[in-house]
């Protein structure tokens, strides 16, 4: 049974969906805890009715990014974790935090990355006039949205299209794609190779 350790800055509907596909599908995995680094994050109530251990870590209470993310790391390590799944948690993670879950740490980004790092993704993609834009999960690097891609999903950009709708639609795709490709690491289905993803398909 692996442990899974989820972080989350707010909403956390990527989390959700994780833990109830988790559920749903049996997967020999159990969602350990979640930890948010914002004391109001909505996705914490989800976590404790679904009788999950939460923690809360707040940034303003350390002096700097290092010591923050240090205390993060002992909060993270009391449940065991396996893999380290970030689910909209909005910090850049300092190099010896990234380093420590290297291999064992996925984000999603809801871009088709390497299109459009960063934040406001669905508004870069409208102002760029792709056709398509989507989601990303890959390997956390120490690089901001960089890192072996495991999977993506592809929406189309449609007329009239706000930042909103699109944002509506790719988020529909995540709540699919992460599950997917947790479970993938749980089956131990994947490999990094030369910097690249490897799916191992079942036999
Ligand atoms: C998602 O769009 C995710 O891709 C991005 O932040 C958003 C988080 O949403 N990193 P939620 O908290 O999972 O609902």
Redesign the pocket.
């Known amino acids: 049974m692996k442990n899974i350790v989820i972080l989350?800055?707010?909403?956390?509907?990527?989390?959700?969906?994780v833990v109830r596909a988790a559920q749903r599908e049996g997967w020999p995995a159990r969602v350990a805890a979640v930890i948010s680094n914002k004391p109001d994050a909505?996705?914490l109530a989800f976590a404790e009715a679904h009788g999950i251990p939460t923690a809360v870590v707040v940034s303003k209470e350390y002096p700097d990014r290092a010591s923050f993310d240090a205390a993060l790391q002992r909060e993270i390590d009391r449940f065991a974790p396996d893999l380290v799944v970030?689910?909209?948690?909005?910090r850049i993670l300092t190099a010896p935090f990234v380093a420590h879950y290297a291999g064992r740490m996925l984000?999603?980004?809801?871009s088709l990355l390497p299109a459009f790092p960063g934040l406001d993704t669905h508004k870069k993609a409208l102002e760029a006039g792709v056709p398509e834009h989507g989601?990303t999960v890959h390997f956390v690097t120490a690089e901001l949205d960089h890192g072996p891609m495991v999977a993506q999903a592809r929406v189309p950009v449609l007329p009239g299209d706000t930042e909103d709708t699109l944002?509506a639609r790719?988020?529909a795709e995540?709540h699919k794609l992460y599950p997917y490709a947790v479970r993938l690491f749980v089956e131990d289905r994947l490999s990094i190779e030369q910097g690249d993803v490897r799916i191992a398909q079942f036999a």
Not at 107 to 110: A, L, Q, R, S, V
């Open positions: 989350i800055s707010g909403r956390g509907s990527n989390m959700e969906a909505k996705g970030l689910a909209g948690f909005m984000n999603i980004h809801p989601a944002a790719v988020l995540e």
